[in-house]
């Protein structure tokens, strides 16, 4: 795979803006074609228009900017350059920069595919919304401060419990290792054709962290016997569930691609020795 033409996003943030300048002086001398910067200034360019016109992407920025732009980029491999705290997603360090342009010049590189996972909402009035796919998870909480939300949960439309809580993440493999981690799920491994929910605070632990195939649907209906509820998708796109709302959770067709330098589980073993 040769990748010549890309387009480059950076974090909403001054010292990462100035690196990133420096940076694309370092592209510019390594001959690739940039179509265009996402980032850099107050009058931006529709991120999905620009993500057309390249081979690949760059980021410059955290986890945050990763999920952004996975959001615009459809299967165009990302870049992801560590500015951030954690940086999971991300492949290298600022200071691994030129040699990384290098590796993609001599194509010594791979393609990471991660299936995002999609849902509906139907509401109570007849209502369907489709949700937009996230990389990581859906989170679905209270809308109430400290008033739980009562849950039916389903399988392929069978009743499988009911449970009161603060709500639940629904996450992908590569998700499993964010949120969903720190609310006590397992890890998948990336490549996985799964996804699961993990539940957040359940009452007297009613209910246990789940892994779904990628044939399974996962459906969650907010019950009337209790608060109404939100989703929020990527920790940016969010809707109302009112009572009686049922809200359908599959994995897609859809792929977000990274540009990957190291072992096929590097990222895994360095999460072992995290936690």
Known sequence: MMLKRVAIFCAPKENVRKEAHKKIKIIERADFEIVGLHGFQEKEVNPSELCKEADFIIVFGGDGTILYTAKYCGDKPILGVNYGKIGFLTEITPDNFKTALEKIKSNMFWIQENKRLGGEIAYPDGERLALTSVLNEYLVYTSALSKMVSFEIFVDLEPITKVRGDGFIVA?????????????????????????????????????????????????????DGSNAVIVGDGMDKYELPRG????????????????FGSKFEKLSRLMLII
């Open 172 to 224: 992908t493999p590569i998700g499993s290792s964010a949120y969903a981690l720190s609310a006590g799920g397992p890890i998948l491994i990336p490549n996985a054709l799964a996804f699961l929910v993990v539940p957040l605070a359940p009452l007297w632990g009613k209910f246990r962290s789940l892994v779904l195939s990628e044939k399974n649907v996962l459906s969650i209906k907010v019950r009337e």
């Open 245 to 260: 709302s049922l809200v359908h959770f599959r994995l897609t067709n859809q792929k977000t691609r990274f540009i990957r």
